[in-house]
C-alpha cells in the first residue's frame, strides 16, 4: 500500500519538479514545499510529510532592481565564520584562473580558490586573510560566499616557519622518486611559496621547470631596476634584471655543477 502511494505520489508530483527553475536570481519560496505538502496530504492524510531540504533554509533574498552600493560577503571555514553577512566595498580572491575582484553587481559565477591572498576592502581599510584552498560564489544578489578549507590573517603567519617549510619541501621535491612524493613535494612548495609572497608582498607569478642554461621570461608587476635572483637550499641561482616595466628575464644557471640539469624555482625579490 505504502509502495502503492508513493508510486502516486509521485505521479502527482513530476509536474513539479519538471518546472523547478534552477536559477541564482529566483528567490526560493515556501510554495514550493507547501505544493508538496499538500500532494502528500492527499495520498497518505495519516502520515507527516518528510522533511525537504528547503524545509531547514531561509528564503533566498530576490535580486535587487538595482545594483546595491555594498557586497554582503560570508567567509566560512569547517571550524569558523570569519565573516557573516558582512558589507563591504569589495573582495579579491586567488582564484586559480587569477586573481578576481568581486564588486557589487558581479554576474553568478563559482571560482576555485587557489593557495594566496584574499584581500576585504572597506573604504581605505583592507584586511587579507591566507587561504589554502576552497570556492568563492557569486551570486546575483551582490552577495558573496566564499569557503576556505583553511585561513588565517597574514599577520599571524610566522616568516621563518614560512621559509623553513619551503626550503623542506624544495628539498623534498628535488630527492621525490614516486609520483606521490613528487604530488606531495610539489603542493607544499605551492603552499609555502604562495605564504612567503603574502608575507613580504612580492608576486608569486611564476614557478617552473627549466634546463640549466635556459632562459626565461615573465610579465610582473615590478619596477624597473630590480635585481631578482632566488638561492634555493642547492648551488643553483637564478638571477634577472626587470625591464619594461615589470618583464623579467633572466638565465638558470647551475655554477659549475654539470650533475644538476633541472630546477624547479620561483621568481621573487632577493
Given amino acids: 500500500m505504502f509502495r502503492q502511494a508513493s508510486r502516486l505520489l509521485a505521479r502527482t508530483t513530476t509536474p513539479w519538479r519538471g518546472s523547478r527553475a534552477f536559477s541564482s ?153 614516486t609520483d606521490l612524493e613528487k604530488a606531495e613535494a610539489q603542493i607544499g612548495v605551492d603552499v609555502h611559496s604562495a605564504m612567503n609572497s603574502a608575507i613580504t608582498g612580492l608576486p608569486y607569478q611564476y614557478k617552473n621547470r627549466l634546463k640549466t642554461g635556459e632562459t626565461f621570461h615573465l610579465n610582473g608587476v615590478i619596477n624597473n631596476g630590480v635585481k631578482v635572483e632566488r638561492l634555493p637550499k642547492y648551488d643553483a641561482v637564478i638571477s634577472g634584471e626587470v625591464k619594461n616595466n615589470g618583464n623579467i628575464s633572466g638565465e638558470v644557471k647551475n655554477n659549475g655543477d654539470s650533475k644538476i640539469s633541472y630546477w624547479n624555482y620561483e621568481i621573487g625579490y632577493c
Fill in 25 to 177: 536570481d529566483v528567490p526560493a519560496t515556501p510554495a514550493q514545499d507547501s505544493s508538496f505538502i499538500e500532494s502528500w496530504s492527499k495520498v497518505i492524510p495519516n502520515l507527516d510529510p518528510p522533511k525537504t531540504p528547503s524545509s531547514f533554509m531561509t528564503p533566498r533574498p530576490a535580486t535587487p532592481s538595482a545594483i546595491p552600493s555594498k557586497l554582503t560577503v560570508n567567509f566560512v571555514l569547517p571550524y569558523a565564520s570569519e565573516l557573516s553577512a558582512k558589507e563591504v566595498d569589495m573582495v579579491i580572491v586567488p582564484a586559480t584562473t587569477g586573481q578576481m575582484g568581486i564588486l557589487p553587481g558581479h554576474v553568478p559565477t563559482i571560482a576555485e580558490l587557489k593557495p594566496g591572498i584574499l584581500s576585504v576592502h572597506e573604504g581605505n581599510d583592507v584586511t587579507k586573510y591566507f587561504l589554502s584552498s576552497g570556492f568563492a560564489l557569486i551570486h546575483a544578489n551582490s552577495v558573496a560566499d566564499i569557503i576556505a578549507v583553511e585561513a588565517v590573517p597574514v599577520d599571524r603567519l610566522d616568516p621563518a616557519l614560512v621559509q623553513k617549510g619551503l626550503a623542506d619541501f624544495t628539498q623534498k621535491l628535488g630527492s621525490a622518486t
